[in-house]
């Protein structure tokens, strides 16, 4: 009779499924009390045991053991279950390392606008920003462009508002437009560069886009020399490009600079012996600049006959192309991670 009891009991330890439990900690404890508590059926069945015939003993004590080892050895496995289970349901380890593999990192663009705006501010220019929706005067007229003069078509415009009697607004097409914001509102000396996205209405390809990134500069003081601009933007391209660089000025137009003049950079990838980038020629043109036109200074309320200054503009795509060797400007406005993540050490 002991015997059946006992084979019934590991049957039942031995079938024992923790999945069906409900509150699996409490259970496994209450499963535990049943067998193996002091008052449980262990301690039961070895009283039990205590009045058997001796002859019966031995097999009944192999057997009591058996049960016992059964209900152990089920309480352990369950307690492990019920551990590992929970470190997966809420495991809040703090010593474990943080995860950065999502982590952003800033777009090749604005580390090298950044860089620009870094380098000009240690000669003493701030930053001015403007809108990029603009109106004729600010974009053309103040800017010494005639009407109907052929340079007004210099530029494809994407006009907002283009209509006989009423004052053209359009995307901005360059950021020279803040010159004139900035002259309008500010009294001599003025020492700033102006980043921002400037349109174009052009078709997309590798070497042209309809949107983006300028930096202008501008310095408006008494005794400003064309001097004063070439010393400023070699100091510029020697920090941008190496101490090892040079500057070329050749003549050039620009209605609201004269004398105007666009500049180079000797090559920074084959050191002017001439390579693929360079064309064979050794030398990069960054940037067009030049002594502000007169006419520019007198419409933006700045006597030109006390004050003069010089102005210059650069392509901030143009300069990270050179400076990181990018070969086609889409890549910058596609937002490819396998492109945006070569720069992540770069800032
Ligand atoms: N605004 C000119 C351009 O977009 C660049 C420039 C700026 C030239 C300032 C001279 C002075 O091409």
Redesign the pocket.
């Known amino acids: 009779m002991l015997k059946d009891l006992i084979s019934q009991y590991i049957e039942e330890i031995r079938s024992a499924n923790i999945e069906k439990f409900e509150d699996r900690a409490a259970e496994v404890e209450k499963f535990r009390v049943r067998f193996l508590g002091r008052k449980g059926v262990m301690n039961e069945l070895f009283e039990q045991f205590k009045t058997l015939p001796n002859d019966q003993k031995k097999e009944m004590g192999i057997a009591l053991n058996e049960l016992k080892n059964a209900a152990m050895a089920k309480v352990e496995e369950f307690k492990n279950f019920v551990e590992e289970k929970m470190d997966v349901e809420d495991s809040h380890d703090l010593t474990l390392t943080a995860d950065f593999s999502q982590r952003g990192s800033r777009h090749v663009l604005s580390v090298t606008m950044n860089e620009i705006a870094e380098i000009f501010a240690r000669i003493g220019f701030t930053i001015e920003e403007s809108v990029e929706i603009e109106d004729d005067w600010h974009l053309f007229s103040a800017l010494n462009f005639p009407p109907d003069h052929p340079a007004r078509d210099m530029q494809d415009t994407f006009f907002v508002q283009k209509e006989e009697g009423k004052m053209d607004v359009a995307l901005r097409t360059?950021t020279?437009s803040v010159q004139v914001r900035v002259m309008e509102t500010h009294k001599p000396p003025i020492r700033i560069i102006a980043p921002g996205r400037v349109f174009r209405n052009e078709a997309i390809s590798a070497r042209a886009h309809c949107i983006f990134h300028?930096v202008?500069g501008l310095y408006v003081d008494k005794k400003v020399t064309f001097a004063d601009l070439k010393q400023t933007l070699l100091y510029f391209a020697k920090e941008m490009f190496g101490q090892d660089t040079q500057i070329r000025l050749r003549p050039s137009y620009?209605p609201?600079?004269e004398p105007?003049a666009e500049m180079d950079v000797s090559c920074n990838i084959c050191g002017g012996k001439g390579c693929n980038i360079c064309k064979g020629t050794g030398w990069l043109e960054i940037l067009?600049?030049?002594m502000v036109d007169p006419n520019v200074l007198d419409a933006c309320g700045i006597d030109s006959k006390e004050y003069t200054g010089f102005?210059?503009?650069m392509g901030v795509e143009r300069m990270a192309m050179l400076k990181y060797q990018i070969r086609d400007l889409r890549l910058y406005f596609e937002n490819d991670l396998r492109f945006l993540h070569q720069f992540d050490n770069i800032i």
Do not use: I, L, P, V
């Open positions: 360059h020279s300028q202008e620009f609201f600079t105007s067009g600049c030049g102005a210059f503009g």
